[in-house]
Nanobody, 122 residues
Framework: QVQLVESGGGLVQAGGSLRLACVAS????????TGWFRQAPGKEREFVAV????????RYADSVKDRFTISRDIAKNTVYLQMNSLKPEDTAVYYC???????????????WGQGTQVTVSS
């Protein structure tokens, strides 16, 4: 079993930055790949980024490439999402999730956090 808790969301002006953190507990977390997803009101859950279990491989959605960076601190069981140059269209609830596959499909993730709200004002 894996438990995930996100933090770091908030209100920021366009062009600003936020860093989200996803802290995991559970003995098996180290073998899971971790993804970030987001969901805006009335929209489907959208893939943002994923990092493999040892932090050596990452993948990003085109909409966030070159602005967001996903990273992993294995010793702290924590995955981060550094978000720079934020835009109003980045406004959403952001979720981290764990999967045994490196995938951008939310259906293949087994564990989810409760989400953290990110609001970007124009």
């Amino acid at each position: 079993q894996v438990q995930l808790v996100e933090s770091g969301g908030g209100l920021v002006q366009a062009g600003g930055s936020l860093r989200l953190a996803c802290v995991a507990s559970g003995r098996t977390f180290s073998v899971y790949h971790t993804g970030w997803f987001r969901q805006a009101p009335g929209k489907e859950r959208e893939f943002v980024a994923v990092i493999n279990w040892d932090g050596g491989s990452t993948r990003y959605a085109d909409s966030v490439k070159d602005r967001f960076t996903i990273s992993r601190d294995i010793a702290k069981n924590t995955v981060y999402l550094q978000m720079n140059s934020l835009k109003p269209e980045d406004t959403a609830v952001y979720y981290c999730a764990a999967s045994l596959s490196i995938t951008d499909s939310f259906r293949r993730y087994d564990y989810w956090g409760q989400g953290t709200q990110v609001t970007v004002s124009s």
